[in-house]
C-alpha cells in the first residue's frame, strides 16, 4: 500500500480528510499502473480542484503519479486551503516538486485543454443556496461552508466542472471525480455516455453515505 501524507491543519478553516478523501486516495492507489502506462513519463499537468487539506495532491506527490515529469496544480476559492496544501506538502517532504497553489474558482484560471490529469472531491452537501466568496480571509465559517455545500441535489459546483471537461482536459486527459449517491451518478454517467468513456473506480458505504469514483476519459472516434 502507497504512504498516507501527514496532515496536520486548522480544521476550523479547510476540510478535515474523510472517508471521501480517503476513498479518492484509494481510487487513485488503484489506477496507478493505468495511469503510468497511459502517460509513459510524458510531463503530465495534474490538477486538483479544492485540495482543502492537500491530501491529494501531496498524495500524487509522493508518488510521482501519473509520471516522474508530473506538475502540480492546486487551485481552491479558499486562501487557506491554499496554505493548508503548501504545509501538507512540505511536511512529507514534496519540496522539489513542483507545486502551484492557486486561489481560483474552479478552472477559471486555466488554459483550455491544457489539463492532463484532472481531480475533483467536490463540496456535494445538498442545500437550497451556495454562500457568496467573502471579502476578507477572515470569514472562516462562510470559507468552509463552500468547502461542503453544493447547492441544489449537491450537483451545482460538480455540474459547471463536467461542462466544462471538454475544455479542461487535454486531448489524452483523465478526470477522478467523487460522487455520493444523492448526486445521482447514475444519471451522469447516461447524461454524458455519448461523448466520454465513463468507468466506476471505486464504491464504498461510509455511514450514511454511499461514495463513488468515476473515471472520465474522452471516446475514441471511430
Given amino acids: 500500500m502507497l504512504p498516507t501524507p501527514y496532515v496536520k491543519c486548522d480544521y476550523d478553516k479547510v476540510y478535515e480528510p474523510a472517508e471521501d478523501s480517503f476513498l479518492l486516495l484509494d481510487s487513485l492507489e488503484n489506477e496507478q499502473i493505468y495511469l503510468a502506462n497511459r502517460f509513459q513519463n510524458k510531463l503530465a499537468v495534474v490538477c486538483e480542484l479544492g485540495p482543502g487539506s492537500g491530501i491529494v495532491s501531496t498524495f500524487m506527490m509522493q508518488n510521482k503519479m ?40 474552479l478552472t477559471s484560471s486555466t488554459r483550455h485543454n491544457q489539463v492532463d490529469l484532472l481531480l475533483f472531491n467536490p463540496p456535494y452537501v ?78 464504498r458505504k461510509a455511514g450514511w453515505e454511499v461514495l463513488s469514483v468515476y473515471r472520465f476519459i474522452r471516446k475514441t472516434p471511430h
Fill in 66 to 105: 501519473p509520471s516522474q515529469n508530473s506538475i502540480y496544480l492546486a487551485l481552491d476559492i479558499n486562501p487557506w486551503a491554499l496554505d493548508a496544501t503548501q504545509d501538507t506538502a512540505k511536511r512529507n517532504d514534496c519540496n522539489k516538486v513542483y507545486l502551484e497553489t492557486i486561489q481560483s474558482d
Fill in 126 to 203: 445538498p442545500a437550497e443556496t451556495i454562500p457568496e466568496i467573502p471579502e476578507t480571509r477572515d470569514d472562516i465559517d462562510t470559507w468552509l461552508d463552500l468547502a461542503l455545500v453544493g447547492g441544489k441535489d449537491g450537483m451545482k459546483i460538480t455540474q459547471l466542472v463536467l461542462d466544462q471537461l471538454d475544455t479542461t482536459l487535454s486531448s489524452e486527459g483523465v478526470a477522478y471525480i467523487l460522487f455520493c449517491a444523492r448526486n445521482r451518478p447514475e444519471e451522469v454517467v447516461k447524461s454524458m455516455a455519448s461523448h466520454w468513456d465513463i468507468t466506476l473506480v471505486e464504491h
